[in-house]
């Protein structure tokens, strides 16, 4: 009979499960922009590497790049989205899109973004999008010119969208009111 009790103690033991904890659901999303295949020319022949530029943002004004390298293309997407994590930066946005007009540069490529009303969506071509989509700006108009490179066009587009300021920032950096201003 002691035997019977053991193992129905047992198997209480087995059936009752720990408390699970919830899980916290990460605000921040991801976009993987571009892979390039890295190869060193070395004495004994040439080493393969992945390099990947991956764009990350909580679609609330916050958005950031990063560039991983590794041996093996998920590796090298992980580091850059680390890495895209730790270089976030706020954006002031106005609404569903940007406050004014701004021009970024990043080596020869130059991306304007233009303010658009409601309901125009977002109007961008390449890698502008995945960068102006993740910060949260659902009504914009963007044109690229010069170098169409992925990742300095990604990087003219953050430069642009750091340059913003919003009416209430401008008069506080002038020291006036917004009705001043305005």
């Known amino acids: 009979m002691q035997n019977n009790e053991k193992k129905s103690f047992e198997k209480k033991s087995f059936d009752r499960k720990a408390p699970?904890?919830?899980?916290?659901?990460?605000?921040?999303?991801s976009k993987l922009v571009n892979v390039n295949?890295?190869?060193k020319v070395v004495k004994g022949g040439r080493n393969m590497r992945f390099s990947a530029l991956?764009?990350?943002?909580?679609?609330?004004?916050?958005?950031?790049?990063?560039?991983?390298?590794?041996?093996?293309v998920p590796n090298a997407i992980e580091k850059a989205t680390a890495i895209a994590k730790k270089r976030m930066v706020k954006i002031a946005l106005e609404g569903t899109t940007i406050p004014h007009e701004v021009v970024?540069?990043?080596?020869?490529?130059?991306?304007?973004?233009?303010?658009?009303?409601?309901?125009?969506?977002?109007?961008?071509?390449?890698?502008?999008?995945p960068v102006v989509e993740l910060c949260g700006i659902k009504d914009i108009t963007a044109k690229s010119y010069g170098s169409r490179n992925k990742i300095n066009c990604v990087k003219a587009t953050l430069n642009a969208l750091q340059q913003l300021r919003t009416k209430e920032e401008v008069a506080a950096l002038r020291g006036k009111t917004v009705e001043e201003i305005l």
Do not use: C, H, Q, Y
């Open 104 to 129: 970024g540069k990043f080596g020869t490529s130059m991306v304007k973004l233009l303010p658009a009303s409601e309901g125009t969506g977002v109007i961008a071509g390449g890698s502008v999008r």
């Open 37 to 39: 295949r890295i190869t």
């Open 20 to 29: 699970r904890k919830e899980k916290e659901v990460d605000p921040i999303t």
């Open 54 to 72: 991956v764009v990350v943002g909580d679609k609330d004004g916050r958005v950031g790049v990063g560039n991983g390298k590794a041996a093996e």
